[in-house]
Protein backbone atom coordinates (compact mmCIF):
# COMPACT_ATOMS: atom_id res chain seq x y z
CA UNK A 1 0.00 0.00 0.00
CA UNK A 2 2.73 2.50 -1.11
CA UNK A 3 0.46 4.42 -3.92
CA UNK A 4 0.18 8.24 -2.32
CA UNK A 5 -3.69 9.30 -2.35
CA UNK A 6 -3.82 12.95 -1.35
CA UNK A 7 -6.43 14.44 0.33
CA UNK A 8 -6.66 17.51 -1.37
CA UNK A 9 -8.23 20.22 1.35
CA UNK A 10 -11.24 21.37 2.02
CA UNK A 11 -12.48 23.92 4.20
CA UNK A 12 -10.84 25.76 6.59
CA UNK A 13 -9.77 22.58 8.97
CA UNK A 14 -8.35 20.84 5.87
CA UNK A 15 -6.28 23.89 4.48
CA UNK A 16 -5.16 24.81 8.50
CA UNK A 17 -4.06 20.90 8.63
CA UNK A 18 -2.05 21.11 5.23
CA UNK A 19 -0.03 24.15 5.84
CA UNK A 20 0.62 23.28 9.66
CA UNK A 21 1.96 19.75 8.16
CA UNK A 22 3.85 21.69 5.14
CA UNK A 23 5.71 24.20 7.43
CA UNK A 24 7.11 21.67 9.55
CA UNK A 25 8.14 19.66 6.65
CA UNK A 26 9.73 22.75 5.70
CA UNK A 27 11.40 23.14 8.61
CA UNK A 28 12.59 19.49 8.89
CA UNK A 29 14.14 19.32 5.10
CA UNK A 30 15.64 22.59 6.58
CA UNK A 31 17.45 21.01 9.26
CA UNK A 32 18.04 17.07 8.05
CA UNK A 33 18.44 17.56 4.30
CA UNK A 34 18.94 13.77 3.34
CA UNK A 35 20.36 12.26 6.43
CA UNK A 36 17.22 10.60 6.25
CA UNK A 37 17.87 7.44 9.52
CA UNK A 38 18.26 10.68 11.57
CA UNK A 39 15.39 12.15 10.12
CA UNK A 40 13.81 9.16 10.54
CA UNK A 41 14.46 8.81 14.79
CA UNK A 42 13.70 12.25 15.35
CA UNK A 43 10.20 12.12 13.72
CA UNK A 44 9.40 8.99 14.54
CA UNK A 45 9.43 10.34 18.64
CA UNK A 46 6.84 13.00 17.28
CA UNK A 47 4.90 10.52 15.38
CA UNK A 48 4.30 7.87 17.94
CA UNK A 49 2.84 10.99 19.53
CA UNK A 50 -0.69 11.74 17.92
CA UNK A 51 -2.35 7.82 18.75
CA UNK A 52 -1.28 8.19 22.17
CA UNK A 53 -3.14 11.45 22.98
CA UNK A 54 -6.44 10.56 20.28
CA UNK A 55 -6.58 6.90 22.38
CA UNK A 56 -6.50 9.20 25.58
CA UNK A 57 -8.98 11.29 24.22
CA UNK A 58 -11.26 8.77 22.48
CA UNK A 59 -11.25 7.15 25.53
CA UNK A 60 -11.93 9.85 28.23
CA UNK A 61 -14.59 10.72 25.60
CA UNK A 62 -16.24 6.99 25.64
CA UNK A 63 -16.29 7.24 29.60
CA UNK A 64 -17.96 10.73 29.44
CA UNK A 65 -20.76 9.71 26.86
CA UNK A 66 -21.37 6.61 27.83
CA UNK A 67 -20.65 5.46 24.27
CA UNK A 68 -19.02 2.62 22.55
CA UNK A 69 -15.91 3.81 20.51
CA UNK A 70 -16.12 2.18 17.43
CA UNK A 71 -12.60 0.42 17.90
CA UNK A 72 -11.09 3.73 17.41
CA UNK A 73 -8.86 3.89 20.91
CA UNK A 74 -7.38 0.41 19.81
CA UNK A 75 -6.63 1.52 16.06
CA UNK A 76 -4.88 4.48 17.66
CA UNK A 77 -2.89 2.81 19.99
CA UNK A 78 -1.77 0.36 17.42
CA UNK A 79 -0.46 3.38 15.44
CA UNK A 80 1.33 4.65 18.48
CA UNK A 81 3.11 1.20 19.10
CA UNK A 82 3.86 0.75 15.67
CA UNK A 83 5.13 4.29 15.53
CA UNK A 84 7.62 3.75 18.36
CA UNK A 85 8.63 0.35 16.59
CA UNK A 86 9.97 2.45 13.75
CA UNK A 87 11.79 4.53 16.25
CA UNK A 88 13.44 1.66 17.87
CA UNK A 89 14.47 -0.21 14.21
CA UNK A 90 15.93 3.15 13.73
CA UNK A 91 18.02 3.92 16.38
CA UNK A 92 19.66 0.59 15.21
CA UNK A 93 20.50 2.27 12.13
CA UNK A 94 21.45 5.43 12.76
CA UNK A 95 22.83 7.02 16.05
CA UNK A 96 21.58 10.60 17.08
CA UNK A 97 23.55 13.72 18.18
CA UNK A 98 23.26 15.38 21.28
CA UNK A 99 21.51 18.10 18.91
CA UNK A 100 18.98 15.83 18.06
CA UNK A 101 18.32 14.40 21.45
CA UNK A 102 17.85 17.85 22.62
CA UNK A 103 15.26 18.62 19.71
CA UNK A 104 13.55 15.64 20.48
CA UNK A 105 12.97 16.91 24.03
CA UNK A 106 11.94 20.16 22.88
CA UNK A 107 9.94 18.61 19.90
CA UNK A 108 7.91 16.55 22.57
CA UNK A 109 7.24 19.25 24.89
CA UNK A 110 5.63 21.23 22.25
CA UNK A 111 4.25 18.71 20.10
CA UNK A 112 2.76 16.98 22.87
CA UNK A 113 0.71 19.69 23.82
CA UNK A 114 -0.36 20.99 20.65
CA UNK A 115 -1.35 18.37 19.29
CA UNK A 116 -3.41 17.59 22.72
CA UNK A 117 -5.13 20.73 22.59
CA UNK A 118 -5.34 20.70 18.40
CA UNK A 119 -7.44 17.21 19.32
CA UNK A 120 -9.53 18.79 22.29
CA UNK A 121 -10.69 21.67 19.99
CA UNK A 122 -10.83 19.52 16.35
CA UNK A 123 -10.58 16.11 16.59
CA UNK A 124 -11.21 16.14 13.20
CA UNK A 125 -8.15 18.84 12.24
CA UNK A 126 -6.03 16.72 14.50
CA UNK A 127 -6.52 13.23 12.09
CA UNK A 128 -6.16 15.50 9.05
CA UNK A 129 -3.21 16.53 10.11
CA UNK A 130 -1.43 13.07 10.94
CA UNK A 131 -2.98 12.05 7.69
CA UNK A 132 -0.88 14.88 5.99
CA UNK A 133 1.84 14.14 7.75
CA UNK A 134 1.72 10.71 6.82
CA UNK A 135 1.54 11.75 3.33
CA UNK A 136 5.04 13.39 4.08
CA UNK A 137 6.01 9.88 6.19
CA UNK A 138 5.54 7.85 2.68
CA UNK A 139 7.01 10.27 0.51
CA UNK A 140 10.27 10.70 3.10
CA UNK A 141 10.51 6.78 2.79
CA UNK A 142 10.26 6.87 -1.12
CA UNK A 143 13.01 8.77 -1.12
CA UNK A 144 15.35 6.89 1.58
CA UNK A 145 14.52 3.70 -0.43
CA UNK A 146 15.60 5.24 -4.09
CA UNK A 147 18.44 6.65 -1.63
CA UNK A 148 19.45 3.19 -0.72
CA UNK A 149 18.77 1.67 -4.27
CA UNK A 150 21.32 4.57 -5.72
CA UNK A 151 23.76 3.51 -3.30
CA UNK A 152 23.85 6.46 -1.11
CA UNK A 153 23.16 5.20 1.42
CA UNK A 154 24.53 1.17 2.69
CA UNK A 155 21.84 -1.41 2.53
CA UNK A 156 23.06 -2.70 5.95
CA UNK A 157 21.15 -5.91 7.39
CA UNK A 158 17.89 -5.27 9.01
CA UNK A 159 18.56 -5.23 13.06
CA UNK A 160 17.11 -8.19 15.24
CA UNK A 161 14.44 -6.38 16.18
CA UNK A 162 13.06 -5.34 12.70
CA UNK A 163 13.27 -9.16 11.37
CA UNK A 164 11.33 -10.26 14.48
CA UNK A 165 8.35 -7.19 14.46
CA UNK A 166 7.47 -7.50 10.84
CA UNK A 167 9.18 -11.18 10.51
CA UNK A 168 11.45 -10.56 7.77
CA UNK A 169 13.83 -13.10 5.95
CA UNK A 170 16.76 -13.54 8.42
CA UNK A 171 18.78 -12.16 5.61
CA UNK A 172 16.85 -9.33 4.87
CA UNK A 173 18.08 -5.51 4.33
CA UNK A 174 17.56 -1.88 5.46
CA UNK A 175 15.46 -1.94 1.82
CA UNK A 176 13.10 -4.69 3.64
CA UNK A 177 12.84 -2.22 6.53
CA UNK A 178 12.04 0.99 4.66
CA UNK A 179 9.36 -1.24 2.43
CA UNK A 180 7.94 -2.68 5.49
CA UNK A 181 7.93 1.14 7.53
CA UNK A 182 6.53 2.83 4.35
CA UNK A 183 3.36 0.63 3.97
CA UNK A 184 2.90 1.17 7.78
CA UNK A 185 2.82 4.82 7.14
CA UNK A 186 0.27 4.68 4.31
CA UNK A 187 -1.96 2.73 6.27
CA UNK A 188 -1.80 5.04 8.80
CA UNK A 189 -2.26 8.02 6.20
CA UNK A 190 -5.38 6.13 5.07
CA UNK A 191 -6.68 5.61 8.38
CA UNK A 192 -6.27 9.06 9.59
CA UNK A 193 -7.93 10.49 6.66
CA UNK A 194 -10.75 8.49 6.72
CA UNK A 195 -11.22 9.46 10.41
CA UNK A 196 -11.19 12.94 9.52
CA UNK A 197 -13.21 11.98 7.29
CA UNK A 198 -15.71 9.89 9.19
CA UNK A 199 -15.56 13.09 11.69
CA UNK A 200 -16.62 15.43 9.00
CA UNK A 201 -19.82 13.74 8.42
CA UNK A 202 -20.92 13.30 12.29
CA UNK A 203 -23.62 10.55 12.02
CA UNK A 204 -21.22 7.74 11.16
CA UNK A 205 -19.35 8.00 14.37
CA UNK A 206 -21.04 7.71 17.52
CA UNK A 207 -22.36 10.73 19.05
FE1 LIG B 1 6.64 5.92 11.45
FE1 LIG C 1 3.59 7.40 10.59
Not at 27 to 55: C, K, N, Q, S, W
Not at 85 to 94: E, Q
Request: charged share 20%; proline share 5%; with cysteine.
Amino acid sequence: MTSSPHHRPRGFSDSFAYATCKTLRFFADLFFARRYGHRAIVLETVAAVPGMVGATLQHLRALRRLSADGGWIRTLLEEAENERMHLMTFIHIAHPSPLERLLILIAQGVFYNFFFMLYLLSPKTAHRLVGYFEEEAVYSYTEYLAGVDSGIYANVAAPAIAIDYWRLAPDARLREVILAVRDDEAGHRDVNHGFADRLSSPPAHPA
